[in-house]
């Protein structure tokens, strides 16, 4: 930085000598710490540039992107996790884009996360007409299609330490039960999609487990999102002590020590404990049969909700043909 022949080079007459500015750098440097509260640095997890397209720079649609990210930015703001809007009108040049910061995150986190992973993300993809990224408490996702998918890409990230062998069959299946519970009892909730849980594995060691899904999402596409990571778990992250699936609807986390925040977090141990000895097929299926069921009920509920309507709407012609009474077919309406 204080090269002297940087000086000679550009001829610049009378520059003081580095010694006078390393002082002040220094002390501006240590005092930083104490005038600004260290917050921690938003921390990248993984990207990816999801369509093939390119844009031109200085475009329309650069100029849209840029202004669609700068008010998701802004918008990150009082206690708001989740903001969607659209820059543009026109087909080609019409740019949509999301954040979701995690639900427990405080709003100056939020804001900051959702801050650096927008900048990041027109770094780590500069040309592409639609990218995300997640960061560890904050995704950013951008597109100029209409239709955004939520469950693809996925992307892994799972602890290096593993659970000992002897104790992985409880802990898949406590993990298992932890996680289905918890991602249907978000997606079955009204706004927020998000719940954390923790589950006791051994006397000493506690499971935690966060799940969320985008807000937006409906019952059906919020539970498919969990359901497709929750069944990637036993393929990515098998008897790993932590692990987390980012999709770009939805996100699922476990650790063996608290990391969100809960009025009720407990002490950090390690995991350990029983025996046992299934084979991988029968951990899988632990995993995949919750999946299952619930998509078999759901098809039944929607069954049962068609020939609700179907009812309703012959009862409807019948009264419209016999009594013409608009009461009652008001009434008939709201209980189809
Ligand atoms: C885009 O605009 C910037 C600033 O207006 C300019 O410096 C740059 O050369 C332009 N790039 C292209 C490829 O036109
Ligand atoms: C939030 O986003 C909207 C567009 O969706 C924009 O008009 C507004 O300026 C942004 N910022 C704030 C602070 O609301
Ligand atoms: C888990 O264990 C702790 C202490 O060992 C206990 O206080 C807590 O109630 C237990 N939780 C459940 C859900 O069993
Ligand atoms: C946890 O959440 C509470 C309430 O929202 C907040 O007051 C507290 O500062 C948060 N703690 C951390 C470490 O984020």
């Not at 998701?72 to 910061?101: D, R, W």
Request: include cysteine; hydrophobic fraction near 40%.
């Amino acid at each position: 930085m204080c090269n002297p022949q940087i000086f000679l080079q550009t001829k610049i007459p009378k520059m003081p000598p580095c010694k006078y500015f390393a002082i002040p750098s220094i002390l501006f440097f240590l005092l930083s710490f104490l005038i600004f509260p260290t917050k921690a640095a938003p921390i990248y997890s993984s990207h990816a540039c999801t369509d093939s397209s390119k844009y031109q720079p200085n475009s329309t649609f650069q100029t849209n992107l840029d202004l669609l990210l700068s008010y998701l930015s802004s918008n990150a703001t009082q206690g708001v996790h989740f903001y969607k809007t659209t820059v543009g009108s026109e087909t080609p040049n019409a740019v949509k884009g999301l954040f979701l910061c995690r639900r427990d995150t405080l709003t100056a986190v939020c804001h900051d996360c959702v801050n650096a992973a927008a900048k990041d993300l027109t770094r780590r993809c500069p040309v592409e007409k639609e990218a995300i990224i997640w960061y560890d408490v904050c995704m950013v996702r951008y597109s100029n299609q209409n239709y955004l998918n939520n469950i693809v890409p996925a992307v892994d990230m799972s602890d290096s330490k593993s659970v000992a062998g002897a104790d992985l069959d409880r802990f898949n299946e406590v993990l298992a039960g932890l996680l289905n519970a918890l991602a249907t009892k978000a997606a079955n909730s009204e706004d927020e999609k998000f719940e954390t849980g923790e589950v006791n594995l051994t006397s000493s060691v506690t499971l935690y487990g966060l799940v969320q899904c985008t807000p937006e999402l409906s019952l059906f596409d919020c539970n498919m999102c969990f359901r497709s990571a929750i069944a990637s778990v036993p393929n990515c992250c098998d008897g790993k002590q932590g692990a987390r699936v980012l999709l770009p609807g939805c996100n699922i986390r476990y650790q063996v020590y608290p990391f969100y925040n809960s009025t009720k977090i407990l002490a950090t141990p390690v995991v350990k404990s029983r025996p046992s000895g299934r084979s991988r097929v029968e951990v899988i299926l632990t995993f995949v049969i919750p999946i299952v069921a619930a998509m078999v009920l759901f098809t039944f509920g929607i069954c049962h909700v068609m020939r609700k309507q179907a009812k309703s709407l012959k009862q409807l012609w019948r009264k419209t043909n016999y009594s013409e009474g608009v009461d009652e077919i008001d009434s008939i309406n709201l209980r189809g």
